[in-house]
């Protein structure tokens, strides 16, 4: 994610808590030995459950959670250390989330199948959660997701770089390699349907940007995200019938540019998902 985008997840995020704190309820569930918040929105099946990217809290779908409720159950939650959740005991690499994130739904009494949705370091997460609990999930939906071939060929292109390498075991950023590695290793559970959004855009950058931060985004736009486009590409192409859909509407920070995009999405899933459950029931084949 680009300098912009970062800073405009973080001031969203924070103003999101502030606006939504008093008028939602919250609810804290057990996560394996520590508490995580969560937001339940919605009835009937499947339940869509969120993963908010690096260091987001639940509020990062304040503009799809409520939408999405209003045509099937949602869960949104803070990981351990982010938003309003205490601090975890253990490093927060994705086999670990994915596990509290496990024990947290069965302590909301939220029954699968899942529909996963994830967003930038999101969308790692719910490769791993997939790869441990397949007969738990019912579909994934990667939002801009953070791809480890991406990140492998980024740093081999800087090779200049002389930043020391951090390894706080509370922080989910620098536990992003050992995330990667997992989600690597995790097969997507076979005959569930998967989407991935992957931002091109968008073009135009507003004339209040600092030219510093300009420069980031045309060589994100000329250099990286092709390079995401392609490594989302090679990707799917290893799953039968994977759904790649480009907008040149948004960039990294879809949930916050193009929220409808993700509804639409999540919608057609839930439909899909449906349909498959119902022709089950009646013995009918696909």
């Known amino acids: 994610m680009n300098k912009l985008l970062a800073a405009f997840a973080v001031v969203l995020s ?5 606006l939504a704190a008093g008028g939602e309820t919250f609810e804290r569930v057990d996560a394996g030995g520590h508490p995580v918040r969560i937001l339940r929105e919605g009835r009937g099946g499947p339940t869509v459950v969120f993963e908010a990217g690096a260091g987001g809290s639940l509020e990062s779908w304040v503009r ?3 939408e999405v409720a209003r045509f099937t159950s949602t ?21 670990q989330i ?9 302590s909301a009494h939220a029954s699968p199948p899942y529909l996963l949705v994830g967003h930038s370091l999101g969308g790692p997460f719910i490769r791993v959660f997939a790869g441990m609990y397949p007969d738990e999930v019912a579909g994934m939906i990667l939002v801009d997701p953070t791809q480890e071939e991406l990140i492998a060929w980024s740093k081999a292109r800087n090779t200049n770089s002389v930043a020391p390498e ?9 536990c992003a390699p050992e995330t990667f590695a997992q989600a690597h290793e995790s ?22 940007v600092p030219q510093e931060v300009r420069e980031d985004l045309r060589h994100d736009h000329d250099v990286l995200y092709p390079a995401k486009l392609k490594f989302h590409r090679e990707w799917l192409e290893k799953i039968p019938d994977g759904q790649l859909i480009v907008t040149e509407n948004s960039g990294h920070g879809i949930p916050y540019e193009e929220p ?25 084949p696909n």
Request: overall charge positive.
């Open 260 to 284: 409808e995009l993700v509804i639409k999405t999540i919608r057609a899933m839930v439909e899909q998902i449906r349909a498959g459950v119902a022709r089950a029931a009646t013995g009918k």
């Open 75 to 95: 869960i949104a939650y803070d990981r351990a250390g982010n938003g309003l959740s205490p601090r975890g005991r253990a490093a927060r690499e994705g086999r």
């Open 166 to 174: 951090k390894h706080r075991w509370y922080d989910e950023v620098d």
């Open 14 to 18: 924070g103003a999101a808590i502030w």
């Open 187 to 208: 097969m997507v559970p076979p005959g569930i349907p998967v989407a991935l959004i992957c931002g091109m855009g968008p073009r135009t950058i507003p004339e209040f």
């Open 98 to 106: 994915a596990r509290e994130l496990h024990q947290a739904l069965l």
């Open 64 to 66: 799809i959670q409520p």
